[in-house]
Each structure stands twice: as structure tokens, then as C-alpha cells.
Nanobody, 125 residues
Framework: QVRLVESGGGLAQAGGSLRLSCAAS????????MGWFRQAPGKEREFVAF???????YYTDSVKGRFTISRDNAKNTVYLQMNSLKPEDTAVYSC???????????????????WGQGTQVTVSS
């Protein structure tokens, strides 16, 4: 079993920054791809960012130029640097792992094998 633990969430002002981390432990696959998703109150879970094993990245349009996903394979950790935060970024952010190097349906939450519990990000105006 793979365990994912997110950290780094909290309260930020509009225009501020937060850095989320997602640490994988347990029976971590030799190679894997990771995604970040978020869910705001009353809304569906939505894709935020994706990184393949060899660091190919994709972002949803609303965060392009503001968020950066990265990974440290030696530490089994993926990061989401969030800059220029907006109130509409407020949500629970969850990381997800796929047991592979790359997935074409990276935007689809059903494509992932494991999920973290999520961390709350609240952006005040």
C-alpha cells in the first residue's frame, strides 16, 4: 500500500504564496506519475497540475503562470508552488499517484491509483 501525505496548506492573502508538499511512503512504485487536484465547497473535484516520472508537466488553464509542480524522486516528494494566489484558489488540495511513468488522461481523477487526505488552502481577499 502507498501512503500519500500532503502538507503546507493554510491561510494566505490574495497575491501571496504557499508551497504544498506531497510525500509518498510505504510500497512506493519504482516509477510513478503524480497529480494535484482540488475541490472547493459545493464544487466538483478539478484537476490542477500533473508531473510525469521524467517531469513532463501540465496545468489547468486557471493556474498556468502562477503554479509550478515539481518533484524530488530521491525524497519521493512532489511539490506545488502556488504564487499570486486568488480567493478562487480556495479549496482542499489533494495529491494523487499513478503507478506508471506517464498517463494521457492525467486530468481525470479516476486515472490515479492512490490519494492523499488533502490539505486546506484558504485565500482571503
Amino acid at each position: 500500500q502507498v501512503r500519500l501525505v500532503e502538507s503546507g496548506g493554510g491561510l494566505a492573502q490574495a497575491g501571496g504564496s504557499l508551497r504544498l508538499s506531497c510525500a509518498a511512503s510505504g510500497r512506493t512504485p519504482r516509477t510513478y506519475a503524480m497529480g494535484w487536484f482540488r475541490q472547493a465547497p459545493g464544487k466538483e473535484r478539478e484537476f490542477v497540475a500533473f508531473i510525469s516520472w521524467n517531469s513532463i508537466t501540465y496545468y489547468t488553464d486557471s493556474v498556468k503562470g502562477r503554479f509550478t509542480i515539481s518533484r524530488d524522486n530521491a525524497k519521493n516528494t512532489v511539490y506545488l508552488q502556488m504564487n499570486s494566489l486568488k480567493p478562487e484558489d480556495t479549496a482542499v488540495y489533494s495529491c494523487a499517484l499513478d503507478e506508471g511513468t506517464y498517463i494521457s488522461s492525467y486530468y481525470n481523477s479516476r486515472a490515479y491509483d492512490y490519494w492523499g487526505q488533502g490539505t486546506q488552502v484558504t485565500v482571503s481577499s
